[in-house]
């Protein structure tokens, strides 16, 4: 079975402009949460879907946005892009429930110039 | 609110040693522990996951222990490997979170 896939892998934008990162979980996964990871920190949660509905979100700024689908793939999106944008952004998904392990994918690298 | 941290921050090791790596976290009211592995620009790859009637779960040359009560994990490596060098990450759920990450620690491995 494939795993976590993101798309794209790398990303140049201009501070002000607008990104949307996708995500397909691995297949029978109907949980997918997102994440950011600035260099030499932990990934930050930003959201969780279950089932195309909002589980959770973190502390981040309504510039964040996300939405789930049916086929339970996922996009994040981000406006107004800020140089502190730039990060490793992860998706995760899972199947149901607390005690499922999450599965990351390889992330996408933005760099806001 | 959940806090996780990880000692040491960064590890040098020569190969063949064991070792061990520590993660405390703040609420003892968790589901389950999750080690990771990041090497370097890369995404995060599961190692083990331990669920909370759990107090260690061992794959390969790693074990993992679990102490709910005093907030404590451990990630011990046996015979380590320059392979082994990378990032390691512990993370718990917590609450709506799906996980709390620590800051890992980076492990260098020399030959």
């Known amino acids: 079975d494939a795993g976590v896939t993101q798309s794209p892998t790398h990303l140049i934008k201009t501070r002000g402009q607008q990104v949307t990162l996708r995500c397909s979980p691995i297949?029978?996964?109907?949980?997918v949460s997102w994440y950011q990871q600035v260099l030499g920190q932990g990934p930050q949660f930003i959201f969780q879907y279950y089932e195309k509905e909002e589980r959770g979100r973190g502390n981040f700024p309504d510039r964040f946005s996300a939405r789930q689908f049916p086929n339970y793939s996922s996009e994040l999106n981000v406006n107004a892009l800020l140089l502190g944008d730039s990060a490793l952004y992860l998706c995760a998904s899972s199947r149901q429930g607390q005690d499922s392990p999450l599965h990351f994918g390889n992330g996408t690298r933005l760099t806001v110039t | 609110k959940q806090e996780v941290t990880q000692i040491p921050a960064a590890l040098s090791v020569p190969e063949g040693e064991n070792l061990v790596l520590n993660c405390s976290f703040t609420?003892?009211?968790?589901?389950?522990l999750q080690w990771f592995r990041q090497d370097p620009g890369k995404g995060l790859t599961s190692l083990l996951l331990i669920q909370s009637s759990q107090r260690e779960q061992t794959s390969g040359r790693l074990n993992a222990s679990l102490d709910k009560s005093s907030g404590r994990s451990t990630l011990y490596i046996a015979a380590s490997q320059p392979g082994d060098s990378a990032t390691y990450l512990c993370?718990?759920?917590?609450?709506?979170?799906?996980?709390?990450f620590g800051k890992g620690t980076r492990l260098s491995v020399i030959a």
């Open positions: 297949s029978g996964h109907k949980s």
């Open positions: 609420d003892s009211a968790i589901y389950n």
């Open positions: 993370a718990v759920p917590s609450g709506n979170t799906p996980l709390v």
